[in-house]
C-alpha cells in the first residue's frame, strides 16, 4: 500500500513542478469519468422458467452499479496523458463500494478530423469500505473514442484484486466522461 500511494504521490509532484514550466506542448487538465459497472454471470448454469415452461441462459453480465473517476495530470498536445486518479465504485450487486489511488497512463493519437482513439491503464492501490481488510492492487484498461470537444465514450475493465463471494473481485463496464479543463 505505501509503494502504491509513493508512486501516486511520486506522479502528481512530477505533474506539478514539469507543467510549471512555460512549455505550450504541456497542460493540466482535470478529467472526470462516469462508469455504468457490470458484473460477469459466467458461473450461473441453466435454469429451468417455470413461466416458459423452457430451459432459460442466465444473462452473461448482470448491471451492478455505478461508479466515477476524477483524474488530474499533465497532457502532451491531446494525445499523451499523465495523470493521478482516484474515485469510487459502487457495486450494489455485490454490496461493494472501493476506492482507488492510482497512476494513470493515456494515448490517444488522431484518427480523424475531430476524434481521437483512446486507451488508458491506471495502476495503483484500492480498498473496500466496509468489507474488512479488502485491500489489492488497482488495475484499470479502458478503450474508447476521445471527441474534439474532450468528451469520451469507452469501454473498461477493473482488477480490484481482493476477494468477494470467494472469487477474484473484477469489473467491466461503460463509461463516459470527459476533460473539465
Known sequence: MKKHIFISLITLSFINSFSQEKNANFVKYQAIDYLLIFNPNSNKNAYFDGNTGKMSEPSKFVLAGIGSQYEYGIMYNNWLKLGALSGIYANIYDSTYSIPIASSLTLAPKIGSETRIYGKFAYGWNTAIGRGNKNGKFTNYQFGI???????????????????????????GIGFGGILF
Do not use: G, L, R
Not at 150 to 169: E, G, L, S
Open 146 to 172: 476521445e471527441f474534439e470537444s474532450d468528451t469520451k465514450i469507452f469501454i473498461f475493465a477493473t482488477n480490484h484484486n481482493f476477494v468477494i463471494k470467494n472469487q477474484n473481485y473484477s469489473t467491466i
